[in-house]
């Protein structure tokens, strides 16, 4: 199996610095200095050996010389040397390794290039992705939610085989054995299709509301893991069959899955609470099995507000990642800045506190009783790049990819010093995936928004910019209209200089997927206060009314006003025409039609509807029905008094009475960190719509209330906000049952 050579310059300018004294090892062959070469007495060949050698392994190599008796010096690279040709490193690392042969005076030098020393590989762990390629190395399979469909493109010219329609918004796949399994996160299905001999997909019809995300095929063979996300746990399926063979809900808001061939299975939990982020880890003791669950806490990082770094939380879990050798587990993600803010900290958020890609790593122990620890070095912190949305190690663990969301780009990273070695830029829109072909030499760079495969020779990487040597559309025809596309490709662009400085923020930075990112945000600086992330997917945008906590915004156009703020972004609309009438305020002159920009940044956020299906929806099931009747009978008494704010299909009375008067309440929550309203003071905040409450705990503006038990109870003492006081804990819990259901079959 051909493995890259890859030698990042730095790599090697960095040993020759070290090794000063005899620097000649960074050139190939040096005679000693003035000695007159007689070509029949000192013959050397080529250093040749293994291109990987394993911690605590002997790595030989051979060298041809003439004289037989012409003495050598083996320098290893790690400090040591000797008179011997094999080696038994005792930590992973690149090394440089050069022999130095004399005779009779005369000297040469043989150098062997970068050596990669791992720990011993374990048998292809797996991960969940957006693409993957197949064993043979000849078609690539990829996700396309948008368009509802799979497709296997070509490996080596990217062209598009066959674009296969396939159920609501696949997210993820994996390849097993003759099948690929994707997740179908709307429909709540995962299929199973035959690679080689097309035929009917199996089925697996998940339960309602399941929303499946990531999906890895057991190393050991034979299952499918998949997560399911807004049930909050992971099943098995049987690679070629249909139906869940196990399954677990202990898991909230499970996203991305990687696994080791010794059947530990690594869960990422999408989003991030206050006190961090979590991974959990469960061990299958057999391929299909699912055994105890056990979960690690990686807290928010505090101290570290710099121009290159900030303080905050791991968000965004899209992804795990294990080392080939299976003692690293990388979780690429985003920081997400919930300590800093004007309230919080005295400090502001400025746009380069607020978030950045980060990459956690976790240490994974040999053992199966111990549970993976995070690095000691910490959290590696990406400068000027927004997201770190996938990853990829080479096949000898040497190098990661990451690949870097809205900045478009792809890093590379030494694996075990974590330095810079190499990036690859316009690698497409929005990169969600990555894959490596199996001798190494070429990486696949999935772009979710330009629809987009690159292939880029990554042979060598270090050595200028890894050429594009093809690309691929995956899709045939585009589902989204040119509106909506250009302004959900305007959504997840950081690089965009109109849309942040420095490439670190986008909509997507916490929004992705149109969804919330769950944290509570310091915006005092911004003329509001503590404020918990509203997710879009539901609320059409101006289509539930008011927008924000406070109603300081009548159209997604305003945020032409966060893009120039805190996100200094230069603006989608022209200094003229913002400077122009009211433009230039929130809630003033309207600002649509002025930019088409921000016309299609609109067009996409509007067009967010469809809240999904609750998982706590138990249709047909009589006691659940029963239960939810004396709920919404509850909610809808004239006692209890919920309807009169939370009225209609919205279950919201949000919006403005003329000329610009938002109806906000006081409903007894407000508080210290509550802050202002545009700046000004803060009397009440605009009803939030009811639905989607299944998915978008903590809950009220500040994020106070972490269950519906505390928004009724805990967070409303004296029945200012519905009168809950007088209700059971039977009631109540009716009640929840409501709330947690109020979905998209909810009339
Ligand atoms: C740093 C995190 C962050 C970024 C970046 C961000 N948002 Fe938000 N978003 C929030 C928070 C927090 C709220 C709630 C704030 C409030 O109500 O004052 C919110 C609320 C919203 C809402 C209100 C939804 C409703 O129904 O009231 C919309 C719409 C929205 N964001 C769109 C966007 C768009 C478009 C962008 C990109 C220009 C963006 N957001 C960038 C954090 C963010
Ligand atoms: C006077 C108007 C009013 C009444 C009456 C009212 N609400 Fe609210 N509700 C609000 C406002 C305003 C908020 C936002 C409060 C905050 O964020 O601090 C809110 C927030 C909520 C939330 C949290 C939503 C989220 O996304 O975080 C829930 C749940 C809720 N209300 C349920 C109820 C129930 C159940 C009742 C009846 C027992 C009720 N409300 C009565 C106005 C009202």
Redesign the pocket.
Known sequence: MGTPTLTPRRLIASVCVALASWAVACSDSTPAANSEQDASSLEVGELTGPQVAYVGQAACFSLEVTPSDASISTFWGDGTSDQLLCHTYTAPGHYLLSAEVSSAGQKQVRSRGLLVVTQPLALAPTHSSTIALDPEGSGLWVVNPDNDSVSLLDAGSLELIREFPVCDHPRTLAISGAFVAFTCQDSDEVWQLERLVPSDAKRTQLAPGSAPYGIVGDPRGRFFYVTTQSLGGVASIGVGAAGVTHSVQTLPDARGLGMLPDGRLFVTHWRSAAEGARVSLISAPAPGELGEVQSLLLPPELGLNSDTNNDGVPSFNNQIVLNPSGTQAWLPSLKANNQTGLFRSGKDLSFELTARAIVSVLEVPGSLDQLPRERAAGRYAFDDLDFASAAIFTRDGGLAFVAIQGSERVIALDAFTLDNAGSIRDVGKAPQGLALSPDGTRLFVHGFMSRSVRAYDISALGQGDPPLVAEGATVASEALTPEVLLGKQIFYAAVDRRMSKSSYLSCASCHLDGEGDNLVWDFTGRGEGLR?TIPLRGRAGVGSGALH?SANFDEIQDFEHDIRGPQQGTGFLADSLFHSGSVDTPLGDPKAGLSVELDALAAYVNSLSGWGSSPYRKTGDPAWEATRARGKQI?ESAA???G???SGSTFS?SGFDPPKLPR??D?G??SAG?GSRLGSQLT???????RG?WK?A?????G??AT?RD??IT?NPNDR????STLSEQELDD?EAF?LTLDDFEP
Do not use: I, M
Request: charged residues 10%; aromatic residues 8%.
């Open positions: 918990n906590w909610f209890a008094g919920c009169s704010c939370h009375d906000l309440h409903v929550t407000l509550s009440g905040l605009d009803t939030p719509t009811l409450l978008s903590p809950y009220l503006h500040d106070s209330a519906l928004v009724l967070r906000h519905g009168v809950t009640l709330l």
